[in-house]
């Protein structure tokens, strides 16, 4: 537990330039600045590994990074996809505020192998405190000459930035955010093109999530294979989980990817006192939830997710037991993606708002006997007819809420209350 | 308009992007010019913003619009943000709201007679794992209790 990401969580200022250092942490840049190891060498370290993005896209990285034009003379850049606000995702602002180096450091690589000499750190807006660990770990590594242009005169130039979101979920979508970057509003672009060729400012562009770009450093140092062996196969080596919910004790776990599910729960203190597990989302508020039943045969990673009906997603396992209301659950994240929807495209605009506004009724007691149909119909009109995925992530809980929790929902259409006791 | 304070700090985000590209650096002039007045935006406030940074006042207007951190109405001096997504909801958010609610004499969305405080009901802030929580300023409160409130509340001024 805890052997890339969360490496040095135990030491007192783990998040400084001092205990990242002496964990090894700065070793590989200072070979590249060496001139000791090649771009080639390093993405087949990364294929090795089977990192795959840890956003909830799940593309292996190594081949991502592999995609850019490296050689064209333009300016290209890495930009680092900070902006976590998927329901239930709380791991990335963990790795801001305890290893901001590792992301740095990931980031400064990554620059190198694509031949990107600048590169930004897309934080959400609300995220001041692990803003300000990160803004204080830049300033150390540029006082130590690890930054910069021409650094040490190693013909190496890489410089890093911040910005910071302003509060809407689609920038988390890497279109949606380069365009925020610009100073626009975030609404995703169509792709193709695609970042690789026209991203940010129009040149070449690589977006990973926080917790990848936190995994190469220590990826490199131990090897590609090391890390593959922690995991299992097709989903390398080890992941960070957010369980929150109704466990005992909701925290973030780096655990090898592969772990049975219910081993997870149990190091999240299992379920409260006199309380039954009743479902699980394994991947974050987008992901469909899973029953009781099936969530306790899983294991998580991406195949085993996947196999249970579900998708691994950022990671973000939220758990209910059994004074779940679920009409009320799905409510609420139906009014997320309401509220988060970008307005660009109409199956999302208006669908996420018949969702909505249909679930509303149902909650309060105007519910009309086709309205289970009614949400199926919607939800099926937005999923694949959007630019981005939001309208699929608001669609996908809808369809799999309503299939393994049906009878909730025909009985408070029914009675007009939930057949829950909270 | 724009304190030279605020130009001194909208200046360092401009430095980050390239020539050029300065209209990059709008959500955060936003921010600086929201801060000085009163923690909400007017039409005049945008207009200056983009003139600043030599973009259209439509191109300011859209992002002032887009994102949830502008204000456009009064808000108290102290925004409480209070996360009643999934994680929280799961965990009394819902309660914790009613409660702040009563104990403020407002309902959410109006501001104290006083004039400090207002109670804004917002989506995920990303700290699902001390549900249920809220922000007050740059500030994140977790695990909260309704005797947490009282204590965190209570020493507003």
Not at chain 1, 46 to 74: D, E, I, Q, Y
Not at chain 2, 30 to 42: D, F, G, H, Y
Not at chain 2, 51 to 73: C, G, R
Request: aromatic residues 8%; hydrophobic residues 35%; proline residues 4%.
């Amino acid at each position: 537990m805890n052997e890339v990401c969360f490496k040095n969580l135990d030491k007192k200022k783990c998040y400084s330039l001092k205990v990242y250092e002496q964990s090894g942490g700065y070793s590989i840049w200072r070979k590249i600045l060496k001139g000791e190891l090649t771009p080639e060498e390093i993405i087949d370290e990364l294929k090795a590994s089977g990192l795959r993005g840890r956003g909830g896209a799940g593309f292996p990285t190594g081949l991502k990074w592999s995609f850019m034009p490296r050689n064209a003379s333009m300016q290209k850049y890495v930009v680092c996809n900070s902006d976590e606000g998927e329901p239930g995702t709380c791991k990335d602002r963990d790795i801001l505020r305890y290893n901001p180096h590792a992301v740095i450091e990931g980031m400064a690589i990554g620059g190198f192998v694509m031949n990107a000499s600048v590169g930004y750190n897309y934080i959400r807006g609300e995220f001041m405190e692990p803003f300000k660990r990160f803004e204080g770990a830049l300033k150390e590594v540029y006082k130590a000459g690890l930054l910069g242009k021409n650094i040490g005169a190693s013909g190496v130039s890489f410089d890093l930035h911040t910005h910071l979101g302003a509060g809407a979920y689609i920038c988390g979508e890497e279109t949606a955010l380069l365009e925020s970057i610009e100073g626009k509003k975030g609404q995703p672009r169509f792709k193709p093109p695609f970042p690789a060729n026209v991203g940010l400012f129009g040149q070449p562009t690589t977006i990973n999530n926080t917790e990848s770009f936190a995994s190469v450093p220590e990826i490199l140092s131990q090897g590609g294979q090391w890390f593959a062996d922690i995991g299992v196969e097709n989903s390398g080596g080890c992941k960070l989980f957010s369980v929150t919910g109704h466990v005992q004790k909701p925290s973030n776990f780096e655990v090898p990817m592969g772990i049975p599910f219910k081993d997870l729960l149990e190091m999240a203190g299992g379920i409260k006192k006199g309380r039954k597990l009743k479902a699980v989302i394994p991947g974050g508020s987008s992901t469909p939830v899973l029953t009781a039943e099936v969530a306790m045969e899983m294991t998580m990673d991406y195949d085993g997710i996947e196999k249970a009906g579900s998708m691994l997603g950022a990671g973000s396992v939220i758990v209910m037991d059994d004074s779940t209301c679920m009409v009320a659950t799905l409510t609420r994240l139906a009014h997320f993606y309401y509220d988060e929807s970008c307005g660009q495209c109409t199956p999302c605009r208006e669908g996420t708002g018949w969702l909505y506004r249909v679930l509303k009724r149902i909650m309060d007691g105007d519910g009309k006997a086709d309205d289970i149909d009614l949400l199926l119909g919607v939800s099926d009109k937005i999923m694949g007819n959007t630019i981005c995925a939001l309208g699929d992530a608001a669609a996908m809980p809808v369809e799999s809420f309503l299939r393994n929790f049906r009878p909730e929902f025909e009985y408070y259409i029914k009675h007009g209350k939930s057949m829950v006791k909270g | 308009m724009i304190s030279n304070q605020a130009k001194k700090q909208i200046d360092v985000w401009v430095a980050k992007y390239p020539i050029g590209r300065q209209s990059s650096a709008v959500m955060e002039a936003l921010k600086i010019v929201q801060a000085e007045n009163e923690n909400r935006l007017s039409a005049d406030i945008i207009q200056a913003v983009a003139d600043y940074l030599d973009m259209p006042s439509i191109a300011a207007q859209e992002v002032a619009t887009f994102y949830e951190n502008y204000n456009h109405k009064s808000v108290g001096k102290h925004t409480i943000r209070i996360c009643h997504n999934i994680s929280c909801m799961l965990n009394g958010a819902d309660d914790l709201v009613k409660y702040l609610e009563k104990k403020l004499g407002v309902k959410t969305g109006k501001v104290t007679k006083n004039g400090l405080v207002n109670v804004k009901k917002v989506e995920c802030l990303g700290a699902c794992v001390g549900a249920p929580m809220f922000q007050i300023g740059e500030q994140y409160y977790e695990n909260l209790t309704k005797q947490k409130i009282d204590e965190i509340v209570d020493n507003l001024k």
